[in-house]
Every structure is written in C-alpha cells, then in structure tokens.
C-alpha cells in the first residue's frame, strides 16, 4: 500500500477500480463492462445529437477555494449538457474517459463520481459508459449524447436581422460569489450560501432547450460557456449579422445585491461566463411566447437585444461598440491556460459601470 491514510487508485489497480469503485456504483447499468454503452432503444424516428468537451480545472478551485474533486464531477457532466441544451434535445446518457494520477485517493475519484452522477440526475440523464487510465496530469473529458424531433434541433444559425436576442437562465452567480469571497460584498448566511451553492453547481438550461425547440418559438441558439459577448459574437459570425444589445439585465436579486454593493450595473454581471445560460434567437412576435412558455417551466428569460443587418456589436442606448468580457481558447484569455489568475484579476478590478 502507499504511504497515504487512504487507499489510491494506484493500490486498487485497473480491476480494483472496476470491481470496488466503479461495479458498486455503475454495475446496474446495461452493458456494464462491455466496450461499447447502450443509450437507448429509439422506438421512433430521431435526430441524434453528441458533443464532446474536456473540463478544465473548475474556476471554483481559484475564485473561491473549492478543492472537492465533486466540483470537477458536476463540471464535466454539465459543460457538455449544456451543448445539448443549446440544440434543443433530450439526453439519453454521458460517456466519460478519466485520466488520473495512480496517487488519486480512492475517495478523491468517488468524489468526482458523486459530482457527475449528481449532475446527470439533476438533468434527468445518466452515465452510460467510460473509460479510467492512469497518467498525469488529470484530464477529464465526457461525451453527451441526444435525441431530438425530426427537423427541431437548434443550429447557431437560423437568425434574420430583426430577430430578437433572448437571455435565458440567471447569470451572475459565479461572480457573485467571488466578490463575496473576495470581501467586496456581505449577504446573509443563508443568501450568501445560495449564491455559493449556485456558483458551484451551474445548470445546463436542457429544459429550456427543449421546451423552444419542441414549439418552433426559437431560430437559433446557443450556450453561454465563454461570456455572453463571445456567444453573441458567434451567432452574428454564423447568421452574417450585427447586433444592438440593451446593456441592461435584471438579475436574480441576491446577485443585484452583491452588484450594487461592489459597485457593478447589472449588466456587468449577467455579461460574465461560468453560468452556462443559452442565448436563444426568436421572432420579434415570439417573444412574448417565448418567455411566457419558458416562465411556466420556472425559467428566467429577458430580451437583450436584437439582430442588426450591419454586422456591427453595439451595446447600450448610445450604441457604443461592445467590447465585453469573453475567454477564449489558445488566448491568454483561456481559463485553460496560465493567465488564469490575471483574468480574475481583471474581473475583480474596478467596477466597469
């Protein structure tokens, strides 16, 4: 055994794992073992759906000080979600590859596990298969699977000038609560571990996704995972289009408390990525449809803005060119890289009201 209190996954071995981790946990599961996962059995005709994304090192672990590997877990299960939300289908499972270093402890890797299993259940899925190694560093990469209706699935394109930009979730929670760790706001303990509980635990807007698709009340879609600049940015890129955003957002309050208090405009906040809201694209008509069948789900939704055919980004009533907040791959804006810590800095600085 290894010097650790705990058993590692280097103790258990490549058999150990499958028989004392993963059979406990998974052993129910159709196929279990076999090298291939059964999803489903589509009785009925069906698009299917599948995104593959790798999950970085959560922004908890350096914003707030989250070490629990659940955090990662949940992650994982919920960046790819999230692509299927903004397609509009339903999940039919996650397929998950660990790469891990043989000194994980036993309890670190269940943790992880409890995090994608949670989120999944939250989401109404299910891990249906994988792959564990060994090897350094950590990397943790899923695949989701869906289904949609025949001719309903969302595309980042789709969108006419005049079309109107619709902000569905309730965005904020991430850096809501960072200031309230970094001391630039207070809250109540109770609001105050909402907002962290929240932070912590994102949700892919599926049942959104869903529910605009399945009525034809959304043209376009996609998900806000690097900023809602970059995804508005991407969907005026696919549809050859401008946009006009308000600048303005009402936000959940516990998270319009912490702005007023650090000194921020709503919008500041709702603008920022780690929320995973979707961004969907209706009809100036299906608005009010739109955010009247999503509210009968207990879903936030707020027009933002509106499709331009002078493919500028405009922001607020002056219409200033937005130069907003975004992460972006192979940049020293990516929360994958080393530069992570200064856009935090950055996003902690001084109030941009």
């Known amino acids: 055994m290894s010097g650790t209190t705990e058993p590692c996954l280097g103790d258990l071995g490549e058999r150990g794992i499958q028989e004392h981790v993963l059979r406990p946990r998974y052993g129910g599961v159709e196929g279990f073992g076999d090298d291939s996962a059964l999803l489903a059995a589509l009785c009925s005709p069906s698009e299917l759906v599948a995104t593959t994304d790798s999950c970085p090192t959560p922004v908890v672990v350096d914003l707030l000080g989250e070490v629990d590997r659940y955090h990662a877990g949940w992650l994982l299960a919920t960046i790819n979600l999230s692509d299927l939300a903004a397609t509009g289908a339903e999940p039919l499972g996650l397929v998950a590859a660990y790469t891990l270093p043989k000194t994980t402890t036993v309890r670190e890797f269940e943790r992880l596990l409890d995090g994608v299993d949670d989120c999944c259940a939250e989401h109404g899925t299910r891990i249906a298969g994988g792959d564990t190694r060994d090897g350094k560093p950590m990397q943790l990469t899923a695949t989701a699977i869906g289904r949609c209706a025949p001719g309903s699935r969302l595309r980042r394109s789709g969108a006419c000038a005049g079309d109107r930009l619709l902000l569905v979730g309730s965005p904020g929670y991430l850096w809501a609560a960072a200031l309230l760790h970094a001391g630039r706001a207070t809250l109540p303990g109770p609001a105050r571990d909402e907002v962290r509980r929240r932070a912590c635990r994102p949700t892919a807007q599926l049942k959104a996704g869903q529910v605009l698709a399945a009525a034809g009340l959304a043209q376009a879609a996609m998900d806000v995972s690097d900023g809602l600049f970059a995804t508005v940015r991407a969907l005026c890129e696919a549809n050859g289009l401008g946009a006009a955003v308000t600048g303005e957002y009402e936000l959940d309050e516990p998270v319009a408390e912490v702005a007023r208090q650090s000194g921020f405009l709503p919008f500041d ?73 200064h856009l935090i800095t950055a996003m902690l600085g001084a109030p941009r009201g």
Do not use: M, Y
Request: aromatic share 8%.
């Open 269 to 341: 906040l709702a603008q920022t990525w780690g929320d995973w809201s979707l961004v969907a694209v209706a009809r100036a008509e299906d608005v009010d449809l739109a955010t009247k069948a999503l509210r009968a789900e207990g879903i936030v939704a707020q027009e933002i803005g509106v499709f331009t055919a002078d493919r500028r980004i405009t922001v607020g009533p002056a219409a200033r060119p937005w130069r907003g907040i975004a992460q972006e791959r192979f940049s020293e804006n990516s929360w994958h890289g080393d530069n992570l810590k």
